[in-house]
């Protein structure tokens, strides 16, 4: 799949602290019950179908097709100390995210440089920074079904290329109370970009049914998609602003966001659980204007409450089963998701399952 340069560089690894890209209600800056090790990997399976939809989030939504939303993918992750101050991550996942007949798939991919500074703290705590770039990508994203855009009705709408890169500091606090429990806190602030190549849509132009393509500088081509009663042959070209659509404003923006987080580890033996939430801010540049312009709820933050379980089978090999549910889908998780297509439809919770394991090395 088309790759932006920096993701490309994103190789194949990961971490153990920093499963997704990288909005991660399970940050810790140290897990003080873990045995030491300069590697860790982790290799999970993602999911969500009717199946392990066990609580029907899909339905107290109003999604009523069981299959809409179905998720399946994987995610590979790790970190290698490069000394006691200083490591190095990278994770990468991949994505299939089914909408009715349409399967869109995405590669997301993280790499960071933390950095432990040797502070006079109590052997309790530990305080680490973590400098981090992350994005998304996909070829196309496709829905065939119809959708209201600026009071204008799309029979179809194709994405191609779009794409979202994300620079991201943390800091990260953990404290270890007992032998069984440890609390965690971290606070972010990012800066994103979203863009996209170009847009076919579906649309009714001039009372005829048109296929049409708009390229990035916001200029279309449109030609007819079925036999039209008026015309046997027609083409259009001009500004996609004359049916209410603008590239540059519906579908490209910038956005600062911050975050606060926090995480409850609770230990036994060789068993783990960790309880954690997120919460999420988001600031974008003009969409949010439009898209509240035209009638539809602004999605401005999200809230993230995740559950893990853990068991070490030995002092190298963990597994472990980790939930997670978004308030509001994948809003800030993958930004290309959210635009003045999308943003009316973003606004329902989802859920996500991960099955893994966690190897330590060296």
Known sequence: MKKTSTILGLFLGGTAVAYAAPNDPYLHAKNFNAPASTLQIDLAVDAVNDSIDIFNMRESEGVNDSSAGDYQGFHLSGQYELNPQWSIEASYW????????????????????????????KKRDALSFRASVWGNTADTLSKSSPTLVNQQTFNQVQVHSPEDLQLQLDAIFSRKLDPMNQLNAFASVGYSKVKVSSVDLQAELAGCLMDISVNNSNQYAAKLAAPCPIATELSLQGN?????????????????????????????????????????????????????????????????????????????ITAFLQGEIYQNNFVGNIPFLYNGVTASRLDKRYGLASLGLNIRMF
């Not at 975050?259 to 988001?282: H, T, V």
């Open 240 to 316: 996609a602003n004359e049916f209410g659509f603008d590239i540059e404003k519906d579908l490209n923006y910038d956005s600062y966001y911050t975050g606060l987080g926090g995480s409850w580890n609770w230990r036994y033996k060789q068993f783990e659980s960790q309880i954690a939430y997120q919460y999420q801010r988001l600031w974008r540049d003009k969409i949010d204007d439009r898209v509240s312009n035209f009638g539809n709820a602004a999605i401005k933050d999200n809230h993230t409450l995740g559950i893990k379980f853990s068991y070490d089978f030995t002092p190298q």
């Open 94 to 121: 991949q994505r299939e995210i089914e909408y009715r007949q349409d399967s869109n798939e995405i590669d997301s991919a993280l790499l960071a440089v933390r950095y432990t500074p040797a502070l006079q703290l």
